[in-house]
């Protein structure tokens, strides 16, 4: 992880060189060192996607890493005693005075000693000539690796009936008919897409139907001319003549001779060429001009873990191939391990845990069926496969890490930090673009926010099949996220040989001083016994999983041993939070649960994410007056009261989230009036113990950036206006607050609004839905209340797909009217009685749409 400590560091120097006074000559080598930091950063840039480096570049990076986080160290330490020395004292600092300049002397040898460690490894570079064209993969040993894919691979697999007779449907039919098109299948690796592409390319139909087949290898290293070779050798023989002649070309040369060649063999041929496993873009760029459109429905299929490979070639949408299901993972594992025999009774629960414990991707169960296939079929023998079902798949790990290997710089620490998380854990994305945003992964670009840039990494990171959707929010966008459970032991394991990540599990393996750990809360009382002495270099530490307290003596360790923390995560229950936690000055994000915060909260003026929740769910911890120093907070949130000098607030312009916050009048108006200008996403909770609510929320014409809004509990409130609410809005969720049918009309002229929940908000009476309104709402709720007859005009929330009643007993709606929400796609009716569930089952026979019923 070279590339990404170089360049936080290269984003740190320059604030060190501007908040500092250094003595003599420090401020020199500090800027020296900052210049050689960037001709290595160029070299890391050169060396990108190289994963199987010569080992000279191996060795290189390593000690790059090795100079890099010890860099980190020395402007981190300096950082916290220069703290230290601030909040001293007059006394104080003159005491500490000449330890002060001590310690300022020592920072300058340190910087001048890794100046000179730099300089070596840049010399070391020019001297060994290890240039960008010298650190490529080696070949040979890619080229075995993806032999040993294709042995796998294509072995017949179950499951793809369905989707071999889609695709060749496809391919014979087409969605362009007579012209020509491209066709994707993409999926994670191991999933089959080679196996099933060959079961399309061997079918009869398909081999009846078109006049040619080719079938090319593609990698990630290719060369366009081998590969225009390849095709061509299909249709042409390849003599010694035009091998020799082709030799004398140009490699510009040569690509026009071969898609010249190209074109003429295939020219009035109904073809069909498969390109397996492309990993850019760009081949398609540099192939689509050698096949001509005959006009005759001749296809181009291509397999791909890259959603961006597809899209790139072809409007027509790509295939997702999916995992197996229970069944079609049991049918594999038994064709595998006993070759079409059936399994021994007493071996069938153990089989299914096995088979199971693959989650549904072919490679893993044909190479665990493969390696039981020739062991002894016994209990004993199996048992010990199911307690390390991973150990067994090291095959598996090795061509799944190719994913990596490829993988864009900027995305590899992304990618990594999955693996802290526990297994089967559906990961919040907004958090996790936090914690990305906070350990530094995320470039800025231009004046975009941040954190949508870093909605662009996680996006890419699914296109790439690394990442998987749990569940989406309503603009189709993730809202939760996993990982298989063998990328996620890629992570653990890449992590630790970078000392990147350290994940602590059970089998009490020791702490290799990675920068980042993550321990599951019902295993941290074992991980701090075992490594309670010693200061650690981490800079982020998570503890996720509640079902433990976070005791008073865990503080004490972290405090002693995690000076330089940046993250702190912590799942378990938090009776005492000490004032010590003001000392760790480097915070940028702080996630906790607990009842109490200290007033030294105020120190942490790094931290840029504080999110707290009540450890018993029931009212809201109070925040102490020293909360406004914080400055740089991004994101507040968690059932927290603010201070009674919350509206002295003056510098909080970089808030973006302020969620789930008790307020009161007083805190209302501080908003309204515009002290928070950047919030985009807004949450409040009325405190019903300060009286009634006397003013209209919110204001437009400052809150220009929100996007989120959420209000609960203010039935005493004043309607809302028309011209009220901002039409960035595109999520509101309201509870106990009074609207009528002129509030109505408002929210329905919101031009972005996509999620609207109201509870207890509408009167009881006919709800009407007026001509063109909500134009682009995807997702309705509506609870609360007993409805009388539901009306919907023309053009009305003509994008609905998911509609939710809830807590209503009396609602009539007939089928014509739902017909116009023409996007509808789901219905939930939760806690309703017998004569709304028989209305919406009667509807869904009649429009076709989901049913979910839930009493």
């Not at 190479?367 to 016994?378: Q, S």
């Not at 008790?662 to 409040?684: A, C, M, T, W, Y």
């Not at 209209?696 to 309607?719: D, R, W, Y």
Request: aromatic share 8%; net charge neutral; with cysteine.
């Amino acid at each position: 992880m070279a590339d990404v400590v170089v360049n936080v560091l290269l984003q740190q120097l320059p604030l060190l060189i501007e908040g500092a006074t250094f003595p003599s000559g420090v401020e020199n080598e500090v800027k020296s060192f900052q210049r050689e930091l960037q001709k290595i950063n160029i070299f890391l840039e050169d060396s990108e996607g190289k994963g199987n480096e010569h080992k000279k570049v191996k060795a290189l990076i390593r000690q790059i890493t090795e100079v890099a986080y010890e860099a980190e160290d020395v402007i981190d330490t300096f950082n916290l005693k220069v703290e230290e020395q601030r909040k001293r004292n007059f006394a104080g600092k003159i005491i500490n005075s000449i330890a002060h300049a001590i310690m300022l002397h020592n920072v300058a040898k340190k910087i001048e000693c890794l100046n000179k460690e730099i300089n070596k490894i840049y010399d070391d570079i020019e001297k060994y000539g290890i240039e960008r064209t010298e650190a490529r993969v080696d070949a040979e040993a890619e080229k075995a690796l993806h032999k040993r894919r294709r042995c796998v691979e294509e072995d017949d697999v179950v499951g793809f009936l369905h989707d071999s007779d889609t695709l060749v449907n496809q391919l014979i039919y087409g969605t362009q008919n007579s012209k020509l098109d491209v066709i994707s299948i993409i999926g994670m690796g191991g999933l089959g897409k080679t196996t099933l592409a060959k079961k399309i390319y061997n079918n009869d139909r398909v081999k009846s139907h078109f006049h040619c087949l080719v079938w090319v290898y593609v990698s990630e290293d290719f060369k366009i001319r081998e590969l225009l070779i390849e095709i061509l050798k299909s249709q042409v023989p390849i003599s010694d003549e035009l091998t020799t002649k082709l030799k004398g070309m140009s490699d510009e040369e040569a690509k026009e001779f071969l898609v010249e060649q190209l074109l003429k063999s295939l020219q009035g041929k109904r073809y069909l060429v498969v390109m397996d496993d492309i990993w850019k873009p760009q081949v398609w760029n540099e192939v689509k001009d050698a096949f001509p459109d005959n006009s005759n429905g001749s296809r181009i299929l291509i397999t791909s873990r890259i959603k961006e490979v597809a899209l790139h070639a072809s409007r027509t949408p790509p295939y997702f191939l999916q995992f197996l299901n229970k069944d079609e993972s049991w049918e594999l594992f038994c064709k595998k391990v006993f070759r079409g025999g059936d399994c021994p009774p007493e071996l069938e629960i153990m089989g299914n845990q096995i088979a199971e414990g693959c989650h549904g991707l072919p490679l893993s169960i044909v190479v665990l069926g493969g390696l039981l296939a020739n062991k002894e079929k016994t209990h004993r023998t199996w048992s010990r496969v199911i307690a390390d079902v991973n150990w067994y798949l090291t095959e598996c790990k090795d061509i799944l890490a190719l994913s990596y290997t490829y993988l864009p710089r900027r995305l590899k620490p992304c990618f990594l930090y999955i693996g802290a998380f526990p297994e089967d854990f559906e990961i919040p994305v907004k958090e996790l673009i936090k914690l990305w945003i906070a350990e530094g992964f995320i470039q800025q670009t231009g004046r975009r926010n941040i954190e949508d840039v870093a909605d662009d990494y996680l996006e890419e990171l699914i296109d790439r099949n690394l990442i998987q959707v749990a569940t989406r929010r309503s603009d189709e966008g993730a809202k939760t996220c996993r990982i298989h459970d063998l990328l996620r032991d890629l992570c653990i394991t890449k992590s630790a040989e970078e000392k990147f990540l350290y994940v602590h599990r059970d089998d009490n393996s020791s702490w290799n001083t990675s920068r980042r750990l993550s321990i599951q809360s019902r295993i941290l009382h074992q991980f701090i016994s075992s490594n309670n002495s010693g200061t650690s270099n981490a800079r982020s530490f998570l503890s996720i999983g509640r079902g433990l307290e976070f005791e008073k003596i865990y503080w004490k360790w972290v405090h002693n041993n995690l000076k330089m923390l940046r993250v702190l995560h912590l799942d378990p229950a938090i009776l005492f939070v000490p004032k010590e936690i003001g000392t760790l000055i480097h915070l940028r994000y702080l996630n906790i649960l607990c009842q109490h915060i200290p007033v030294s909260i105020g120190n942490l003026e790094n931290l840029e994410t504080l999110t707290i929740n009540n450890m018993f769910d029931e009212g809201s911890v109070l925040l102490p007056d020293s909360i406004i120093k914080l400055t740089r907070l991004r994101n507040l949130q968690g059932y927290v009261g603010l201070p009674d000098n919350f509206p002295l607030v003056t510098a909080w312009s970089s808030l973006q989230v302020l969620s789930n916050i008790q307020i009161d009048s007083q805190i209302l108006h501080f908003i309204v009036e515009g002290k928070l200008p950047n919030l985009r996403k807004l949450g409040l909770e009325w405190d019903r113990g300060s009286g009634d609510i006397k003013v209209t929320f919110p204001s437009a014409q400052h809150l220009s950036h929100i996007q989120k809004l959420s209000i609960s509990g203010m039935e005493n409130m004043v309607k809302l206006l028309p011209d009220s609410i901002p039409e960035t809005i595109t999520k509101i969720s309201l509870d106990c607050v009074p609207l009528d049918n002129s509030s109505m009309e408002v929210l329905g002229k919101l031009p972005k609004l996509l999620k609207l929940k109201l509870h207890f908000c509408l009167p009881s009476g006919d709800l009407h839905f007026h001509a063109r309104s909500f134009p682009q709402l995807q997702f309705l709720e509506l609870g609360g209340r007993n409805f009388g007859n539901w009306i919907q005009d023309e053009g009305a929330m003509a994008s609905l797909r998911h509609l939710v009643i809830t807590h209503c007993d009396i609602i009539t709606i007939h089928s014509s009217y739902l017909q116009k929400s023409t996007a509808l796609r789901e219905v939930e009716v939760l806690i309703c009685n017998s004569s709304v569930k028989n209305m919406f089952e009667r509807l869904q026979m009649e429009l076709g749409f989901k049913l979910h019923i839930r009493f």
